[in-house]
Structure formats: C-alpha cells, structure tokens
C-alpha cells in the first residue's frame, strides 16, 4: 500500500500520480488534502508520514508546490527517509543508496513526465544494502538519540 498526499499546490499532481499509480496496478491511500481550498502542508505531510512510520503503508509519496516543505515535515517522523528528488537519478538512488521511504516533488518545480518517471524508480528499486547499510544504521543512530 502507498500512502499519497498533498497540499493544494501539489493536487492536481496528485490527481495525476493515483491515475499513474492504479494504470500500473498499484494499491494507495489518499491522505488530502481532496481539493485546491488553500490549507497547510504539514498537516498532509505529517498523515503520510505517520502511515510509513507505523507501516501501515510500505512507501510514501507527498506533492506540494517546491517538494520542500512536505520533505521537511516528513523527516521530523522517526523512521522516515524522506527523498526530494527532481530527476530520475536521484529517485532511484535514494532507494539504492539510502533506502528512503518517502519521496516528494514540487508541482511548480518538476513536469508531470519526470515526476512519473520517478515514481516509477522510486517503486521498483530495492534498497542496494551492503556499504550503504551501514550509513542508514548510522541515520537509525541518530533518530534513536534525538527523537523521544
Ligand atoms: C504553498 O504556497 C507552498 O508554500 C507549498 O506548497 C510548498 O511549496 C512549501 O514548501
């Protein structure tokens, strides 16, 4: 199951992405926000996040205007790996490298071709494990240190 959400700024990317998302036979949630009423981005942020965080969903996508406030939201829940990414390179990296849970795009930022495509990346690459588990421990470290 993926977790899906927005702000008004990033709904009609949404929209886009479930469309996608059902064409490739994939299961989602919609968290909101459901309409362009302008609201807040860390209240939908904040609901995919905790869906990914108590893995009631195994991987998030968030859409908001830059892809920036929502990925800032996101990496304040424990357990979070929360992947802006602007291109294809990045999308599938944050998966090989850093086994990133979340990923968001910036409706003003990047065209809805690129956003698909990395969808796409982001949900069919494994995590790489080897080198790169090591660092996420580290990351995992640092979580356990800093957040209650
Ligand atoms: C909304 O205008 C905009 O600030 C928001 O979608 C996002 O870009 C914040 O990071």
Do not use: W
């Not at 362009?36 to 904040?46: H, I, K, R």
């Amino acid at each position: 199951m993926i977790a899906i959400g927005c702000d008004h700024a990033g709904f009609n990317v949404k929209q886009k992405i479930m469309e996608h998302l059902t064409e490739k036979g994939y299961e989602y949630k919609d968290y909101g926000t459901y309409d362009l009423c302008s609201c807040d981005y860390p209240d939908y942020a904040l609901k995919v996040a905790n869906a990914v965080a108590k893995h009631e969903c195994e991987k998030g996508i968030i859409v908001c205007g830059t892809g920036i406030g929502v990925s800032i939201v996101a990496n304040k829940v424990k357990g979070i790996r929360c992947a802006h990414c602007t291109d294809t390179f990045s999308a599938k990296a944050c998966r090989e490298h850093n086994d990133a849970n979340i990923i968001t795009f910036g409706d003003r930022i990047s065209g809805i071709g690129v956003i698909l495509d990395c969808v796409d990346l982001f949900l069919t690459t494994d995590f790489a494990g080897g080198r790169h588990s090591k660092r996420v421990d580290k990351i995992k470290q640092i979580e356990d240190e800093n957040f209650k």
